[in-house]
């Protein structure tokens, strides 16, 4: 294995990594203040008045956002490699 996908590895499971933190805080993050621990327990077990905030409210408002950041960046990386050109987005058409 070469050092240049070794660290193209390091940093893809690094933002891997970084957007399972920020879904868990996007879990949190609203007007009722739910701890991390807190916050994973009423994703899995679904009990309590935290588990109906976290599924029924935070977990679809998480999942849209992540889903969206990454049809951006498919769309991004689709049109650079159509147009070969390093600096298109998709809001550049």
Same mark, same amino acid.
């Given at each position: 294995?070469?050092? *240049?996908?070794? !660290?193209?590895?390091?940093?893809?499971?690094?933002?891997? /990594?970084? +957007?399972?933190?920020? /879904?868990?805080?996007?879990?949190?993050? *609203?007007?009722? %203040?739910?701890?991390?621990?807190? $916050?994973?327990?009423?994703?899995?077990?679904?009990? @309590?008045?935290? @588990?109906?905030?976290?599924?029924?409210?935070?977990?679809?408002? %998480?999942?849209?956002?992540?889903? +969206? @950041?990454? %049809?951006?960046?498919?769309?991004? $990386? $689709? #049109?650079?490699?159509? #147009?070969? !050109?390093?600096?298109? *987005?998709p809001d550049? #058409?």
């Amino acid at each position: 294995m070469q050092s *240049g996908s070794r !660290n193209d590895l390091r940093l893809a499971l690094a933002l891997a /990594a970084l +957007i399972v933190v920020l /879904a868990v805080v996007s879990l949190m993050s *609203g007007p009722a %203040t739910i701890s991390p621990g807190q $916050a994973l327990g009423a994703l899995f077990s679904g009990e @309590g008045p935290e @588990g109906i905030i976290v599924r029924d409210i935070r977990l679809p408002r %998480t999942l849209l956002a992540v889903l +969206i @950041g990454a %049809t951006y960046g498919l769309a991004g $990386a $689709a #049109l650079q490699g159509l #147009l070969r !050109n390093p600096l298109a *987005g998709p809001d550049v #058409l």
